[in-house]
């Protein structure tokens, strides 16, 4: 999901202009394309890219795939956090089924049986992290902005990032999903969430080679020399990398009052400015949703992809009624008075047995 996009969800006679698909050169072109919304997922769209894409997997004509979004600020900014709201609030099944349909289709294209190349050009957020992480080949620009922002409304990082998140080196994972952050291309590349950064000037020129790519017996090998003519895998000086040490200590302690307490003790000069940032930012957050979110991941660095999936699924079916993402969205986009009412509304007031209760019975679930 995502953190603070809200538009109106898609009504059936757009969905074809939200959703864009066309076959040239034997590649098969996703293009998400509403613009004006950041690209961010509707159940509708969800929809239409999992047809297209279980199409083109039986299409013996099509040899790869590219996905992409409209516009220049954005790839996807995730999912249409007030159309689920509202259907909460109706007591639709709206949002129940979206996450059921989202999950399926970011796990068939972990699963896909040929190359996907993402092209991850402005905001990737949450959602929008959902369908990228499971192509071959992820390409970044300068405009990137990749995030799991989830805990700034009260949620938890989901569309497998309980199996993607814990899998960076170190506690960078862990970071990442508890705070939210966002990080540009060279700290991208460096945890592994991109493989492949090209200048955004360069995107015309990289569909332009697709066009006229020979094609020979293996596809990804292809697509990869393309890329290799074009991007390249490192950026130097990635800032993750100079506060990897410091991460992998405050990180890595039992949970999170601990992990704040000791960021405010910070005294060394070259951590103390990124601490205190760190402290600030997490007093945003929802206390629920980070402790959530920090149990989430460690039992996820144990699990397999199929398993993660489920694990945030059994989360989700919880969390309308006893997280919060209400309270959350309510705050932050639906009133925007910015003074959401966490509960517990400090860290002080989290309580262990509560934060485990979330997880109970999931070993039975997911059997």
């Not at 538009?7 to 059936?12: C, K, L, T, W």
């Not at 129940?96 to 993402?118: G, Q």
């Not at 895998?233 to 990398?241: G, I």
């Not at 019975?361 to 059997?367: I, N, R, T």
């Amino acid at each position: 999901m995502t953190a603070q996009v809200s538009s109106e969800a898609s009504s059936a006679d757009r969905l074809e202009e939200d959703v864009l698909a066309e076959v040239r050169n034997h590649i098969g072109h996703l293009t998400l394309n509403r613009p004006s919304g950041l690209n961010a997922l509707t159940l509708d769209m969800v929809r239409r890219l999992t047809q297209q894409l279980q199409a083109w997997s039986d299409d013996p004509q099509v040899h790869a795939v590219v996905l992409r979004g409209a516009g220049e600020k954005a790839f996807c900014a995730g999912g249409d956090i007030r159309s689920l709201y509202d259907s909460f609030k109706r007591g639709d099944s709206l949002h129940e089924d979206f996450f059921v349909e989202e999950y399926a289709l970011d796990l068939a294209i972990h699963h896909y049986r040929k190359p996907v190349l993402a092209l991850m050009d402005g905001f990737v957020l949450g959602g929008g992290m959902g369908l990228v992480q499971g192509a071959d080949l992820r390409v970044v620009t300068e405009r990137s902005r990749l995030a799991m922002p989830e805990v700034a409304i009260g949620y938890f990082p989901d569309v497998g990032g309980s199996y993607f998140l814990p899998r960076i080196p170190g506690e960078l994972g862990i970071y990442l999903g508890v705070t939210g952050v966002q990080i540009r291309a060279a700290d991208a590349l460096y945890c592994g969430l991109a493989d492949w950064y090209l200048d955004s000037a360069r995107l015309a020129d990289l569909d332009q080679k697709l066009d006229s790519l020979q094609w020979h017996e293996s596809p990804l090998k292809d697509l990869q020399g393309v890329l290799a003519k074009l991007a390249v895998q490192r950026l130097p000086d990635p800032p993750l990398a100079a506060l990897r040490p410091a991460i992998d200590h405050f990180f890595g302690l039992p949970d999170i009052p601990s992990i704040v307490e000791q960021l405010q003790e910070v005294t060394v000069a070259d951590s103390h400015e990124w601490a205190l940032n760190t402290v600030h930012l997490m007093q945003t957050r929802s206390p629920l949703a980070m402790a959530v979110t920090l149990e989430m991941l460690r039992r996820g660095r144990r699990l397999p992809l199929e398993q993660c999936f489920a694990l945030e699924l059994h989360l989700d079916r919880q969390w309308f009624e006893r997280g919060d993402l209400i309270e959350g969205v309510r705050a932050l986009i639906i009133d925007k008075d910015k003074n959401p009412r966490w509960n517990p509304p400090t860290l002080h007031g989290l309580d262990k047995s509560h934060v485990d209760s979330f997880f109970h019975h999931f070993e039975q679930v997911a059997k």
